[in-house]
């Protein structure tokens, strides 16, 4: 199935992971017991890890329907599997039955997933979690920063040092001129205008002038400004795996799996456009909303019109947290008296923003 223009095939698997920072949307959401919550499915990793915070409900929605049968895989294999066979089946720790794991919790999938992941036998046998077509391409990316950098450098910069030895290890060893030009050739200016993205027509919110001049930027931050342990983004960006088993997100942890497997009943996966599953919902209803970058894939009047949405669905005080990573999409000026931006706290997410890649990360609080 093909959407409009150059949109990718709907049943395709894109993300196998999520790839934003869910101590973003944590922050933003303040969840509290009870709460209801919507969120983009994508990889499903930030959705489960929302769980962990007490929500009554969660309304997982993605247009792609693929998006949602990894989703409530992930889902059946936490309640029937046990932690080590669950990362296993994730491909965080080795094994060799994998297809077995898969074979147990096939009477728990309906008949619509187990189609879709019978088709899929190769990417369970290794493990699923870098096996979508981001993580494919990030395994590429790695290969040929692993190339221009030498595998020795891209290892000290992972060795365990203060923010002060980070800073001058990057300055001194890592930030070649090799390492900047990659960012010319992967962000030709050329190449991105015949898709229609000229840097002319932008406003870079970190004072850019180009993709490349920003996007190096942004991966200067993370690897110079923001402390390198703990960001499990830049090791998988750079390594294509998790450090170890406890950098990872809070919903691999062992310790949090028994939570888990008790709330994973709160989630509901629902395949439609976003703006069309808030159309079918009441008035009043959400205490937050965790958007992705989902704004800059819908033209401006598409995405004005979800806000709209937005605020009729969500409870007063409710809250909102929605990234851009190219195109700048904002809340309509109409609307900023109602859906207001904290721009403290939204100051303080890009500061923070492990996984560095957006040019926005914002956060609103909703006044009725
Ligand atoms: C916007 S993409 C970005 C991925 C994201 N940065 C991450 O780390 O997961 C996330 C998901 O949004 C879904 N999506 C895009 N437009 C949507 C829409 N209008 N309604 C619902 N889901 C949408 C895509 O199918 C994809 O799975």
Redesign the pocket.
Known sequence: MKTEKSQVA?SKL??T????DPLSDIKTLNIKKGDVLMT????GC?TLEFLLHDPGKIYA????QA?NHLLNLKKVAIKHLNHDEFIQLMGIIAGNNNLDLYDRIIPYLDEACVDFWNTKKDLIKKGILMGGR?ERFVLLAKKVIGFLQGKGRVRRLFEPKDLESQKEFFDSTFNTWRFRKMFDLLFNKRRLAKRGLSADYFHFDDGSKSFAESFYSRARKAMRDIPIVGNYFLHLYLRGAYRDLDEVPNYLKEENFETLKERVDRIECVT????E?MISMPDNSLDGLSL???CE??SEEDSNELFDQVLRISKNNGRCCF?N?MIPREVPEYLEDSIIKDEELSAQLIAEDR?FVYSKVAAYEIAK
């Open positions: 709907l894109i993300f992971m999520n790839w934003e983009i499915s994508s990889g930030n929605v993605d247009i792609n998006q981001y439609m456009d976003a703006k599953w992705s970058n989902i894939l819908k990234r990573l996984s």
